[in-house]
T-cell receptor, first 109, second 114 residues
Framework: GQNIDQPTEMTATEGAIVQINCTYQTSGFNGLFWYQQHAGEAPTFLSYNVLDGLEEKGRFSSFLSRSKGYSYLLLKELQMKDSASYLCAVKDSNYQLIWGAGTKLIIKP | ETGVTQTPRHLVMGMTNKKSLKCEQHLGHNAMYWYKQSAKKPLELMFVYNFKEQTENNSVPSRFSPECPNSSHLFLHLHTLQPEDSALYLC?????????????FGPGTRLLVL
């Protein structure tokens, strides 16, 4: 079967750095997405990786290793507004998105 | 604001009611999706429409009936639902349903079935 694993919940301190990991086993690979979802709101697109390596976008970076079936989302200089769920999703060989259950990130002052 | 709107935002219905969820996208996309999001579970893809044609139906019970009159509008008709159908229903759109296109989500309809 197809599976995306990510931690259920993480806690970090304002101003610090946090890394949210995602591992996947899918039938084929056509890219990996990270989304942010604040409680009661729509998931919003953060990043897309299709080649190995690090993609940096401001305070957020996303890394992909296709050989290891692994990605992480790195958040720097954490702010209270970063408290949200972070969803990892992989496009399989049929271009269907397979979703993880999300990681709830709690930021403490 | 993602360019995808959904109404209503909240809905409470009995098991014998019939209701419809509406989604509209203002992004000029050709693909639209319905997802179900339950607490602490991955998003479940329900239906996919590409150029108004249904291309995916992930074994969804017939009490959920989608309708896509044009590329900008998507409906989900609900009837004789069960309490376990209570969830957040999300609509999304993308340029098309293949490739690496990003999906853009609406804010969802929070559904409670009594």
């Amino acid at each position: 079967g197809q599976n995306i694993d990510q931690p259920t919940e993480m806690t970090a301190t304002e101003g610090a750095i946090v890394q949210i990991n995602c591992t996947y086993q899918t039938s084929g690979f056509n890219g990996l997405f990270w989304y942010q979802q604040h409680a009661g709101e729509a998931p919003t697109f953060l990043s897309y990786n299709v080649l190995d390596g690090l993609e940096e976008k401001g305070r957020f970076s996303s890394f992909l290793s296709r050989s290891k079936g692994y990605s992480y989302l790195l958040l720097k200089e954490l702010q209270m507004k970063d408290s949200a769920s972070y969803l990892c999703a992989v496009k399989d060989s049929n271009y269907q998105l397979i979703w993880g259950a999300g990681t709830k990130l709690i930021i403490k002052p | 604001e993602t360019g995808v709107t959904q109404t209503p935002r909240h809905l409470v219905m009995g098991m014998t009611n019939k209701k419809s969820l509406k989604c509209e996208q203002h992004l000029g996309h050709n693909a639209m999706y319905w997802y179900k999001q339950s607490a602490k579970k991955p998003l479940e893809l329900m239906f996919v429409y590409n150029f108004k044609e249904q291309t995916e139906n992930n074994s969804v019970p017939s009490r959920f009936s989608p309708e896509c009159p044009n590329s900008s509008h998507l409906f989900l008709h609900l009837h004789t639902l069960q309490p376990e159908d209570s969830a957040l229903y999300l609509c999304a759109s993308s340029q098309d349903s293949g490739g690496g296109e990003t999906q853009y989500f609406g804010p969802g309809t929070r559904l409670l079935v009594l």
